[in-house]
């Protein structure tokens, strides 16, 4: 059973450019989550989707940052307009349950964005 | 979601058990307790999580005490492979907002030879 995967592992842009990251959850998990870590720093919640809806965006920066889920497909982390501030390691996870008490996450490998 | 206190670092020797503390003193009735760490830069791995109860899988073995306001994570025989940044998180249960999980600052374990 694969894991969460997560691609490009390794992304690269220039200020002012969009940047994508897809998010493949594991199989039959229809719970999808995104995490920001910055340099140096912890783990930040970005963003909580079931399929086509938003849970929970409370972490998202308001501007430039938008998720999506789509019926079909993976879940998607869009950046537009990138800043060098936004560089950092982006984590996806997934889970198979609802919001409960045995809601383990399951971490993905990462897309370690670069703006330059 | 309450806080929780864990010490910045700790040292185990190869082969010993490490006991990885945390303090949740404001947890409440229907939180859960979490473990995860995170090896080096990959993706934060689930390690154990209990409600009040001890627990035990193939990886470690959770400490509840029984006020609940604290537990300790042990890994009983840690290897090299062990070192990396174990977070202990508290949880609400069966909330819409419960899902997302909030990071520390957790503890740098580092095992040596």
């Known amino acids: 059973n694969a894991g969460v995967m997560q691609n490009p592992r390794h992304l690269v842009r220039r200020r002012g450019q969009e940047a994508r990251l897809r998010c493949s959850p594991m199989?039959?998990?229809?719970?999808v989550y995104w995490y920001r870590q910055l340099p140096e720093e912890g783990l930040k919640f970005m963003v909580y989707?079931?399929?086509?809806?938003?849970?929970?965006e409370s972490g998202m920066p308001k501007e430039r940052f938008s998720a999506e889920f789509p019926k079909e497909g993976p879940s998607i982390l869009r950046i537009q307009q990138v800043v060098r501030g936004d560089s950092a390691a982006y984590f996806c996870?997934?889970?198979?349950?609802?919001?409960?008490?045995?809601?383990?996450?399951?971490f993905g490998p990462g897309t370690r964005l670069t703006v330059l | 979601d309450a806080k929780t206190t864990q010490p910045p670092s700790m040292d185990c020797a190869e082969g010993r058990a490490a006991n990885l503390p945390c303090n949740h003193s404001?947890?409440?009735?229907?939180?859960?307790v979490y473990w995860y760490r995170q090896i080096h830069s990959q993706g934060p791995q689930y390690i154990i999580h209990?409600?009040?109860n001890n627990e035990t899988n193939e990886m470690a073995s959770l400490i509840i005490t029984e006020d609940r306001k604290s537990s300790t994570l042990i890994l009983p025989h840690a290897t090299l492979r062990d070192t990396a940044v174990y977070y202990c998180?508290?949880?609400?249960?069966?909330?819409?907002?419960?899902?997302?999980?909030?990071f520390g600052t957790g503890t740098r374990l580092q095992v040596t030879l």
């Open positions: 996870a997934s889970s198979s349950l609802g919001p409960s008490s045995y809601n383990e996450q399951f």
């Open positions: 199989k039959g998990h229809s719970h």
């Open positions: 989707l079931q399929k086509e809806n938003i849970i929970d």
């Open positions: 404001t947890i409440s009735g229907n939180e859960y």
């Open positions: 209990g409600l009040k």
């Open positions: 998180i508290v949880r609400v249960a069966n909330t819409g907002t419960a899902s997302k999980l909030t």
